[in-house]
C-alpha cells in the first residue's frame, strides 16, 4: 500500500506564496501520474494540477500563470508551488497518485491552504 504524506500548507496572505508537497512510499513513485486536487467548503474536489510520470504538466484555468507542478523522482516527491495567491484558493489541497500500471490510485490525508488578510 502506497502512502502519501503531504505538507506544506498554511495561512498566507492574498498575493503570497505556498509550496505544498507530497512525498510517496514505496519503488513505484516514477510510474506514476501525480495530481494535486483541492477540496473548498462547499464545493466538489476539483483538480487542480497533473503532473505525467513523462513530466507533461497540465493545470486548470483558474491556476494557470500561478501555480507550478513539479516532481523529483529521487525523492519520490511532488511539489505545488502557489505564487500570487487569492481567497479563492482556500481550500484542503490533496496529493493523488495514479499508476496505470497496477490499476491502483492512492490519496494523501490532504494539507490546509488558507489565503486571508
Known amino acids: 500500500q502506497v502512502q502519501l504524506v503531504e505538507s506544506g500548507g498554511g495561512l498566507v496572505q492574498p498575493g503570497g506564496s505556498l509550496r505544498l508537497s507530497c512525498t510517496a512510499s514505496?519503488?513505484?513513485?516514477?510510474?506514476?501520474?501525480m495530481r494535486w486536487f483541492r477540496q473548498a467548503p462547499g464545493k466538489q474536489r476539483e483538480l487542480v494540477a497533473t503532473?505525467?510520470?513523462?513530466?507533461?504538466?497540465d493545470y486548470t484555468d483558474s491556476v494557470k500563470g500561478r501555480f507550478t507542478i513539479s516532481r523529483d523522482n529521487a525523492k519520490n516527491t511532488v511539489y505545488l508551488q502557489m505564487n500570487s495567491l487569492k481567497l479563492d484558493d482556500t481550500a484542503v489541497y490533496y496529493c493523488?497518485?495514479?499508476?496505470?500500471?497496477?490499476?491502483?490510485?492512492?490519496w494523501g490525508q490532504g494539507t490546509q491552504v488558507t489565503v486571508s488578510s
Open positions: 503532473i505525467t510520470n513523462g513530466g507533461l504538466t
Open positions: 514505496g519503488s513505484r513513485f516514477r510510474q506514476f501520474y
Open positions: 493523488y497518485a495514479a499508476d496505470y500500471g497496477l490499476g491502483q490510485n492512492y
